[in-house]
């Protein structure tokens, strides 16, 4: 138990529990990043009884955590939590019955659960029990926390942002240079702090050719929250002898093609650790995008990455699947012989495709302007 000098507010303790949910995201399987926090008041100061958020591979939830460390404790204590408790019996019981079962007296909650299993059923079993429930409490805030989620449930893709880094005159590299610089230390740090929150890092296959990237998390401590790597490529043409693939047995890579690849080559991959996955082409002969990104959410992929070149990006953005796009802008031109990336205008080519910026930070010398669709935002609203 902690006990804080002064009485903390029901908006202090939600705050803490939305953070503390953050810690895992990326890293909770198919189940939502979720917070909790068990606290007393008194008329001076508050106890934090205990806190808990859901652990890696998705158990146990939130909820659970917190009450084991409250232990008896719980009774007659409030509950904030993130996410509506879970109502249905899975690989566990209840999160809403283990609050019934440990005597907490009030639930404050932020956002409700548009899964069908629960959608409302776990407020009503706490109801139900004779436990005040109140909802909404900084729900725009968890509303984001948890977009991967709520996307993968509402509308059985991934929430998909996507990453590129530009120079001051619009490029992303240099023609014959792999993986040339375009931001500095502190840009590529934040990025790999993106990589350990996403489910999947997505890449198409000209980048693979290019670059040769790992794109694992090269963070101090971090370094196991690599997640999977997903390539694009659809007539098989990711070389056995790249990074991705070499390194295929220690972080997974999952490679999307089409029928164009050989069945030789796709044997090939899988004997290095790949899994393969054949994926219907558009009429362009390339990977469905739309088909992708369902594939990926049937597999439990809540929040993907994508890790763009001009190809990957402007597919993305013409087929409108961005939901949030991660522009780094660089301090220092390329010049002669540079590859474009967004054109001659990224921001009207943003903005066409919906995405409004919404704020700019920076990062060492560059600069990180970070633009969200807010449809895509409203859209995982599934109120019952």
């Not at 659809?234 to 390194?247: D, F, I």
């Not at 930070?361 to 969200?372: E, I, P, W």
Request: hydrophobic letters at 40%; aromatic letters at 4%.
């Amino acid at each position: 138990m902690q006990q804080v000098s002064q009485a903390l507010t029901d908006h202090q303790l939600m705050d803490l529990a939305l953070r503390l949910g953050a810690r895992f995201a990326g890293a909770t399987g198919d189940n939502p990043a979720v917070g909790c926090v068990i606290a007393r008041h008194h008329p001076n100061h508050t106890d934090i009884l205990g806190i808990g958020w859901t652990q890696q591979g998705g158990r146990p939830h939130a909820e659970r955590v917190a009450l084991a460390e409250a232990g008896a404790a719980a009774r007659g204590a409030i509950a904030y939590v993130t996410l509506e408790p879970c109502s249905h019996h899975g690989r566990s019981s209840p999160c809403a019955e283990a609050l019934i079962e440990a005597g907490i007296a009030r639930v404050v909650c932020a956002h409700p659960d548009p899964d069908p299993r629960v959608s409302g059923l776990g407020f009503a079993m706490l109801r139900e029990a004779g436990i005040l429930v109140e909802t909404g409490l900084l729900e725009p805030v968890a509303h984001r926390n948890l977009a991967g989620f709520l996307s993968r449930i509402t509308r059985g893709t991934p929430w998909l942002e996507a990453k590129m880094a530009l120079s001051p005159d619009g490029m992303i590299g240099k023609q014959g240079v792999g993986n040339y610089p375009i931001t500095g230390v502190e840009a590529k740090r934040h990025t790999h702090a993106m990589r350990a929150r996403a489910d999947a890092i997505l890449v198409g296959v000209e980048t693979v050719l290019v670059d040769n990237p790992s794109l694992t998390v090269r963070l101090p401590g971090l370094e196991h929250r690599s997640p999977l790597r997903v390539i694009l490529d659809s007539k098989g043409r990711t070389p056995e002898t790249s990074a991705l693939v070499h390194g295929a047995r220690d972080v997974p890579v999952m490679i999307l093609t089409t029928g164009a690849i050989s069945t030789e080559k796709a044997l090939l991959l899988e004997d290095h650790g790949c899994t393969v996955h054949l994926v219907e082409a558009d009429k362009e002969g390339r990977v469905d995008l739309d088909a992708a990104l369902r594939l990926l959410g049937d597999r439990g992929i809540n929040r993907l990455f994508a890790e763009t070149g001009a190809k990957l990006a402007e597919a993305l953005l013409t087929g409108a699947f961005v939901d949030e796009f991660h522009l780094y802008r660089g301090s220092k031109t390329v010049g002669e012989h540079g590859l474009k990336g967004l054109g001659d205008d990224p921001d009207a080519m943003l903005q066409a495709a919906g995405l409004s910026l919404e704020r700019t930070k920076h990062a060492g010398t560059d600069r990180l302007q970070t633009y969200v669709r807010a449809a895509s935002l409203s859209a995982l609203y599934q109120r019952k």
